[in-house]
């Protein structure tokens, strides 16, 4: 069962404009959702955050946006960069009892072409 | 501030051998999480460690296990590697939620197990 659902496995985007990632989830118990960035044969890279009790958090290039009653939530890259050409990852964890598990989705891989 | 590390970054190992990844958090973070990727599978969460203690676990078999010590550093282990075991092996470090507003999970860069 797949809680957190990128369905676009990739991406292609124009330097300069806007790239839009999506992410889907099932579980309404998830309260912290996060995206991250992921270069080949590294680990990922914390981009920004959002908790389930705002519904847009923005943070320099990158916003995240929340819609809670849709169980959806995207990042938009505005303007897009050669050097975001990557995978990224939405991910998910529940409240604090649960500890610090996240639940992540499959990826999109993204590519900005110059 | 150091970065979490992960050692050794690039491993090969034969069938029914074990093996030893290690990891060390940020300062000051308590919480060690290991996740396995695959091309297939995608990020799998494995389990996680908060002081000393697992917190959480996956669903993997009982052949991985992992250990935290005193100083938040943690271990995971192998046993009886199978093919299906190569894959990239993450380990996340974070500090404890507080409250209602989650945290963030840094991850290292990971180590590469081949088994052959």
């Known amino acids: 069962d797949q809680q957190v659902k990128q369905n676009s496995p990739s991406l292609s985007v124009q330097e300069g404009r806007i790239s839009i990632l999506n992410c889907d989830y099932t579980n309404s118990m998830f309260d912290y959702f996060l995206w991250y960035k992921k270069y080949p044969a590294e680990g990922p890279t914390f981009l920004i955050s959002i908790s389930s009790i705002k519904d847009k958090n923005e943070d320099g290039r990158f916003t995240v946006f929340l819609n809670k009653s849709a169980k959806h939530l995207s990042l938009h890259i505005v303007p897009s960069q050669p050097g975001d050409s990557a995978v990224y990852f939405c991910a998910a964890s529940v409240p604090q009892a649960a500890g610090n598990k996240l639940t992540f989705g499959g990826g999109t891989r993204v590519l900005v072409k110059p | 501030k150091a970065g979490v590390t992960q050692t050794p970054r690039y491993l090969i190992k034969t069938r029914g051998q074990q093996v030893t990844l290690s990891c060390s958090p940020i300062?000051?973070?308590?919480?060690v999480s290991w996740y396995q990727q695959t091309p297939g599978q995608g990020l799998q969460f494995l389990f996680e460690?908060?002081?000393?203690?697992?917190?959480n676990k996956g669903n993997f078999p009982g052949r991985f296990s992992g250990r935290q010590f005193s100083n938040s550093r943690s271990e995971m282990n192998v046993s009886t590697l199978e093919l299906g075991d190569s894959a990239l092996y993450l380990c996340?470090?974070?500090?404890?939620?507080?409250?209602?507003?989650?945290?963030?999970?840094?991850f290292g860069q990971g180590t590469r197990l081949t088994v052959v």
């Open positions: 460690y908060f002081s000393e203690t697992q917190r």
């Open positions: 996340a470090s974070s500090q404890d939620r507080a409250g209602p507003v989650g945290t963030e999970a840094f």
């Open positions: 300062s000051g973070h308590r919480s």
